[in-house]
């Protein structure tokens, strides 16, 4: 799995649980919202039997516990009034409004009104009194609660989109700067090649070697060809056969070998000529001469390189050891990452399309199996056996 369909997949993450959480959110308080809407309507119950007993009682001795009753509800505003809608006591209400303002009470009155029908208490004969009442602020933060809580949700998800996308097309331009680095990388040496043999041919007029002079032409545009062709494939699913592992591997080294310090000492073990494995032998010989032109610049031209190749039941496995500088843990898990290079000048790609080779077209494992800063690297490539 690429980096983008893992962020592809970070987004989908992100938006089903933020549903999951505001579904969730949604259920839980409108559960409690409506236990609050009970016990409140059941507190105005308790309030209006209160009332009633005080406006209809003879014998009673101790208001005070009465008046305890009614303060014992701190939360749901009420409004009382006689037959003629004169309010004749009010519970929960901005005291310093009812102060300021004389039809504040009123106000609140006809919101009671258009909320719930009031509670009717027989005083006397034709004497009656209403009791309203409406949800206390406690029940209308508990109701809004789950769709701040949304809106929140919603800035967050907005946020992390925008830093993915922006991650995203940070790392799209890192691809394609490497990418164009790597492809001017791979062409120099056979386009300086062919330069300087052409500069030889312009300074031998007699052509003397002239069948020699082809030859090496030929093998760099060879080279052409094959780098060409190599990045054809990349955006490309490419065909694959079966080939002897052994053999492939024989190619590549001996390509890196001709091109090394005579101070560098190869060393290939295999536990049998022949390892059949299906590969595109153009890509596969790509990441090959990756791991081994980084395991050059690991020990700075002197030094060990040693390809061993196991086998299992089900994988032909391949490591390319070197005796270098090391990778220090931080940054075993960064190294496929485009960008990542320890060489001042370096592209950083070569073990990003390595992984790339490997993983997405060969259905194989590439990574760091171990590493010791200061004694060398090893990379381990695992491919299905044919």
Same mark, same amino acid.
């Given at each position: +799995?690429?980096?983008?369909?893992?962020?592809?997949?970070?987004?989908?993450?992100?938006?089903?649980?933020?549903?999951?959480?505001?579904?969730?959110?949604?259920? !839980?308080?409108?559960?409690? /919202?409506?236990?609050? $809407?009970?016990?409140?309507?059941?507190? *105005?119950?308790?309030?209006?039997?209160?009332?009633? !007993?005080?406006?209809?009682?003879?014998?009673?001795?101790?208001?005070?516990?009465?008046?305890?009753?009614?303060?014992?509800?701190? %939360?749901?505003?009420?409004?009382s009034?006689?037959?003629?809608?004169?309010?004749? /006591?009010?519970?929960?209400?901005?005291?310093?409004?009812? /102060?300021?303002?004389t =039809?504040?009470?009123?106000?609140?009155?006809l919101?009671?009104?258009?909320? /719930?029908?009031?509670?009717?208490?027989?005083?006397?004969?034709?004497?009656?009194? !209403?009791?309203?009442?409406?949800?206390? *602020? =406690?029940? #209308?933060?508990l109701?809004?609660?789950p769709?701040?809580?949304?809106?929140?949700?919603?800035?967050?998800?907005?946020?992390?989109?925008?830093?993915?996308?922006?991650?995203?097309?940070?790392?799209?331009?890192?691809?394609?700067?490497?990418?164009?680095?790597? %492809?001017?990388?791979? @062409?120099? %040496?056979?386009?300086?090649? @062919?330069? $300087?043999?052409?500069?030889?041919?312009?300074?031998?007029?007699? +052509?003397?070697?002239?069948?020699?002079?082809?030859?090496? +032409?030929? &093998?760099?545009?060879?080279?052409?060809?094959?780098?060409?062709?190599?990045?054809?494939?990349?955006?490309?699913?490419?065909? =694959?056969?079966?080939?002897?592992?052994?053999?492939?591997?024989?190619?590549?080294?001996?390509?890196?070998k001709?091109?090394?310090?005579?101070?560098?000492?190869?060393?290939?073990?295999?536990?049998?000529?022949?390892?059949? *494995?299906?590969?595109?032998?153009? =890509?596969?010989?790509? *990441?090959?001469?990756?791991?081994? &032109?980084?395991?050059?610049?690991a020990?700075?031209?002197?030094?060990?390189?040693?390809? &061993?190749v196991?086998?299992?039941?089900?994988?032909?496995?391949?490591?390319?050891?070197?005796s270098?500088?090391?990778?220090?843990?931080?940054?075993? #898990? %960064?190294?496929?990452?485009?960008?990542?290079?320890?060489?001042?000048?370096?592209?950083?790609?070569?073990?990003?399309?390595? &992984?790339?080779?490997?993983?997405?077209?060969?259905?194989?494992?590439?990574?760091?199996?171990?590493?010791t800063?200061?004694?060398?690297?090893?990379?381990?490539? +695992?491919?299905?056996?044919?």
């Amino acid at each position: +799995m690429n980096i983008y369909e893992r962020k592809y997949r970070w987004k989908i993450v992100l938006i089903l649980s933020a549903l999951i959480i505001v579904a969730a959110s949604l259920i !839980y308080t409108d559960n409690l /919202a409506t236990k609050l $809407a009970q016990e409140e309507k059941q507190k *105005v119950e308790q309030i209006a039997d209160v009332y009633h !007993y005080i406006a209809t009682a003879t014998d009673i001795t101790d208001y005070g516990f009465l008046v305890q009753l009614i303060k014992a509800n701190k %939360t749901v505003p009420i409004i009382s009034t006689d037959n003629s809608g004169n309010i004749v /006591a009010s519970l929960n209400l901005d005291s310093i409004k009812i /102060a300021q303002d004389t =039809l504040y009470l009123q106000k609140k009155l006809l919101e009671m009104k258009d909320f /719930a029908e009031p509670i009717k208490l027989e005083i006397s004969e034709n004497l009656y009194q !209403y009791v309203y009442y409406k949800h206390s *602020v =406690l029940y #209308q933060q508990l109701l809004y609660f789950p769709y701040v809580q949304l809106i929140i949700i919603a800035a967050f998800l907005i946020v992390a989109y925008t830093l993915f996308n922006t991650a995203r097309k940070s790392e799209q331009n890192r691809v394609w700067v490497g990418m164009a680095k790597e %492809t001017a990388h791979q @062409l120099g %040496t056979p386009i300086s090649s @062919l330069v $300087a043999w052409v500069e030889y041919l312009e300074q031998s007029p007699a +052509m003397e070697g002239k069948h020699q002079v082809v030859e090496e +032409m030929g &093998k760099d545009v060879q080279r052409l060809e094959l780098i060409a062709d190599r990045f054809s494939k990349v955006g490309s699913q490419p065909d =694959l056969t079966n080939k002897n592992l052994i053999t492939e591997l024989e190619h590549s080294i001996d390509y890196i070998k001709r091109r090394s310090s005579k101070k560098v000492s190869f060393d290939f073990q295999f536990p049998a000529p022949i390892v059949s *494995v299906k590969m595109n032998v153009i =890509l596969f010989n790509w *990441v090959i001469e990756n791991l081994l &032109k980084n395991a050059l610049d690991a020990i700075d031209g002197i030094g060990d390189i040693t390809v &061993k190749v196991e086998e299992d039941n089900q994988y032909a496995i391949i490591d390319i050891s070197d005796s270098g500088k090391g990778i220090p843990r931080s940054k075993q #898990q %960064t190294v496929f990452e485009p960008g990542y290079s320890t060489k001042k000048r370096g592209w950083g790609l070569g073990l990003t399309l390595a &992984k790339r080779i490997t993983e997405s077209y060969h259905k194989g494992k590439i990574f760091v199996k171990q590493s010791t800063p200061g004694k060398g690297t090893t990379f381990r490539i +695992m491919l299905p056996k044919s």
